[in-house]
């Protein structure tokens, strides 16, 4: 028993030391006119499997954390390279227990800046202690 209030102790610490992204719903009111259809449509759907999205959120939020904002006098440029939808991603498994996901900037996402699209990190993930194993940019 005392194991295992330890152990909960240590999980309330870790993830009280973690910033969490707040979740914003609408408003009931305001989503009541939305209706899920009888089955997801089968044009466009891309089935994701667990270790791989986990590893996909963990590299996001690295790269482009959602807490980091722009400095005050950004223009719409700078704004736009700190959200994460501005952020393409592939990830592939790598050897056993690492995932590799690339990240890099949207192809107009931000604008037309050439420049910009060099914009992005490959990184190597360890998905049994899900560290960071490496960043090659």
């Known amino acids: 028993m005392k194991d295992i209030l330890l152990l909960l102790v240590g999980f309330v610490l870790s993830a009280c030391a973690t910033p969490h992204r707040p979740i914003s719903f609408v ?74 996901v690339s990240i890099w900037l949207s192809p107009g996402a931000c604008g037309h800046y050439r420049w910009a699209l060099d914009l992005g990190a490959v990184y190597a993930v360890d998905v049994r202690n899900w560290r960071i194993l490496a960043v090659q940019h």
């Open 27 to 100: 408003p009931a009111k305001e989503a009541v006119w939305f209706k899920f259809p009888s089955n997801l449509p089968a044009e466009g759907q891309v089935k994701i499997p667990a270790t791989l999205a986990a590893a996909i959120q963990l590299v996001v939020d690295d790269f482009v954390p959602w807490y980091a904002k722009p400095h005050q006098n950004a223009d719409t440029f700078d704004a736009c390279l700190h959200e994460q939808a501005s952020y393409d991603v592939v990830a592939a498994p790598g050897p056993e227990g690492v995932v590799f």
